[in-house]
């Protein structure tokens, strides 16, 4: 049994219930491929590579790829990369096919560990994370919510978000201060997502919106869109962040683009006239 470092942020699953119903969730078949990010101890990678055949495990501390990887040669084939998973170029690892991504991951990184996977969203089928319930309660989050947020915001847009499970700190060794929860990441149709040219100006309008999330979005957008933008894209400008859609956003992000791009070209006929 290894030791958990607090600096990894480790806690390992032990809850052989809790187990067998995230693997249920996630219901690997051989073939496909499935990308575990941080396995620990192999809670979680032993059963799925026992159903898969095959899988790649994604993990920083160096003292438990060998006992994983003996652990695991009985099982299957699983091959384990270690690094951080912030400078892992997860699309490559799909080979041309798609991804199945799984983990349990550590707490104080859940954000710039989803944001990175969302950045490989065309080479991904699912994603099936463990997460402190109350990430996943902003993930799941609806306009006018309490917890409705920047995160809530950018994954809706990407992805369909299915809270699926609460598990208990009990089920962890050591026992984290919080309660958990497992949720599904299921990546939209291409077509229903934004162009990804917008993509810039849209997280830029979602994080100046709910950085001053108390003032109105005219107030806080002061310098991204005036009031006649944000009525143009069907919003009223005394509205604050929470209340606004996660399309409305998009809506907006049109508005900022086309007034940019209008700006531009105003410019450059004034040039040319000189």
């Known amino acids: 049994m290894s030791r958990p470092k607090k600096h990894f942020g480790q806690h390992f699953l032990h809850d052989r219930g809790v187990i067998e119903r995230i693997v249920a969730a996630i219901a690997p078949q051989p073939g496909e491929c499935i990308v575990e990010i ?10 799925l590579l026992d159903a898969a055949g095959r899988m790649t495990a994604i993990e920083l501390d160096a003292e438990l790829i ?3 990887r003996a652990r695991a040669a009985a099982v299957g084939e699983l091959q384990i990369i270690q690094a951080d998973v ?24 859940s954000s710039p560990i989803l944001f990175h996977c969302v950045a490989a969203l065309d080479a991904t089928a699912d994603m099936h994370f463990m997460l402190q319930k109350e990430v996943v309660e902003r993930m799941a989050a609806t306009p006018g919510s309490k917890v409705y947020g920047r995160l809530s915001v950018m994954l809706q847009l990407a992805c369909r978000v299915e809270p699926l499970l609460q598990v208990p700190p009990e089920a962890f060794r050591p026992p984290p201060q919080v309660t958990s929860a497992v949720v599904r990441l299921t990546p939209l149709p291409a077509a229903q ?32 869109a005036d009031a006649a933008a944000i009525r143009a894209a069907g919003i009223d400008p005394r509205a604050r962040a929470e209340s606004v859609p996660p399309e409305g956003y998009v809506a907006l992000a049109r508005q900022v683009a086309s007034a940019n791009l209008q700006a531009g070209r105003q410019l450059a006929d004034n040039a040319g006239a000189r």
């Open 193 to 224: 997502r934004p162009d990804p040219a917008l993509a810039p100006v849209i997280g830029a309008l979602v994080r100046a919106a709910f950085g001053q999330r108390r003032k109105t979005l005219a107030n806080s957008l002061r310098g991204f």
């Open 86 to 109: 912030l400078k892992v170029d997860l699309a490559a690892l799909a080979g041309g096919g798609k991804l199945r991504l799984a983990g349990n991951l550590p707490y104080y990184l």
């Open 66 to 68: 060998e006992p994983l």
């Open 38 to 47: 941080g396995p620990g101890e192999g809670a979680l990678t032993l059963p």
